[in-house]
């Protein structure tokens, strides 16, 4: 499964944005997409991850401010992100599994990061 992340930007303080994950060469209605960042000197850290069946975790320091979405259709994962703070500054990925998990070191295709910046 080849994974392409795309949307990130600069944005302002509680604004919003929307990363998509395109994904091509696999069966994706099989897998588990997840979203993770990774700030500078931090390490990888979880965000968000939707199962086959649509089933959903976010991370508990979201408190609601982002929504993560398939569209199988589309071969597409959607991260919508409300309410944007500067902490939220990172590189994005996304990543697939057959099973899904909140860890990083579970997910065996990984797209290439997208950048997001939030400005105070």
């Known amino acids: 499964v080849q994974l392409q992340a795309s949307g990130g930007g600069l944005v302002q303080a509680g604004g919003s944005l929307r990363f998509s994950c395109a994904a091509s060469g696999g069966t994706f209605n099989r897998y588990a997409v997840g979203w993770f960042r990774q700030a500078p000197a931090k390490d990888r850290e979880f965000v968000a991850v939707?199962?086959?069946?649509?089933?959903?975790y976010y991370a508990g320091f979201l408190k609601g401010r982002f929504t993560i979405s398939r569209d199988n259709a589309r071969n597409t994962v959607y991260l919508q992100m409300n309410s944007l703070k500067p902490e939220d500054t990172a590189v994005y990925y996304c990543?697939?599994?057959?099973?899904?998990?909140?860890?990083?070191?579970?997910?065996?295709?990984w797209g290439q990061g997208t950048e997001l910046t939030v400005s105070s």
């Open positions: 939707i199962s086959a069946s649509g089933t959903i």
């Open positions: 990543a697939a599994d057959l099973l899904g998990s909140l860890a990083h070191y579970e997910y065996d295709y």
